[in-house]
């Protein structure tokens, strides 16, 4: 158990609609990342927030969304949903801004169908 | 654009065997290399490196970096099913904080 809770683990949703996963880091650690893997992409680099503040960005879409809370979760928001959103969506946590030795949760799959 | 790209895609080998998994990376500002086991779900962090020709070990698997080349392996000695996983090399640049290649999936067999 890396310490990262990620819920929920499963999400089925219909095209066209709005999700919220949410992230909790391991205790301690101030930078939370989101990562998105797909069969043919690999994981893929979303967001990166440091202590409540956006820190760096990836190929995140304009649908997409997120934040890091003053209690330092993190909730991702995925909205007007499209088959191809259909991923595993990966939180990390480290202890500082560099995301060496960053460790991930579980990871929540959502389904778009 | 920062790359790493891992090599072979897929291994299968049989118990016993000793593997190398390759990493090669194209990054600006390079940080550190680091080494996941992915199972099921969540990658499992193996090894960071950060400094060329210094070997980073643990039990079988051990890892080496070579800054000069853009490269890296992961070498697994005496193969035990429970190797069988993707690994995943990822590199931590001043752009992104971990730019992550396709993995290499590695099944061993009995």
């Known amino acids: 158990d890396s310490g990262v809770t990620q819920t929920p683990k499963h999400l089925i949703t219909a095209t066209g609609q709005r999700v919220t996963l949410r992230c909790s880091p391991r205790s301690g650690d101030l930078s939370v990342y989101w990562y998105q893997q797909s069969l043919d992409q690999g994981l893929q680099f979303l967001i990166q927030y440091y202590n409540g503040e956006e820190r760096a960005k990836g190929n995140i879409l304009e649908r997409f969304s997120a934040q890091q809370f003053p209690d330092l979760h993190s909730e991702l928001n995925l909205s007007s949903l499209e088959l191809g959103d259909s991923a595993l969506y990966f939180c990390?946590?480290?202890?500082?801004?560099?995301?060496?030795?960053?460790?991930f949760g579980q990871g929540t799959r959502l389904t778009v169908v | 654009e920062d790359k790493v790209v891992q090599s072979p895609l897929s291994l299968v080998v049989h118990e016993g065997d000793t593997v190398t998994l390759n990493c090669s990376y194209e990054v600006t500002n390079f940080r550190s290399l680091l080494w996941y086991k992915q199972e099921k779900k969540a990658p499992t962090f193996l090894f960071m490196l950060t400094s060329s020709g210094i070997e980073k070990k643990s039990g079988r698997l051990s890892s080496i970096l070579d800054k000069k080349e853009l490269f890296s392996i992961l070498n697994i000695t005496a193969t035990q099913t429970g190797d069988s996983a993707v690994y995943l090399c990822?590199?931590?640049?001043?752009?992104?904080?971990?730019?992550f290649g396709k993995g290499t999936r590695l099944s061993v067999i009995a």
């Open positions: 990822a590199v931590e640049s001043g752009n992104t904080p971990l730019v």
């Open positions: 990390a946590s480290s202890t500082r801004q560099g995301a060496s030795e960053a460790f």
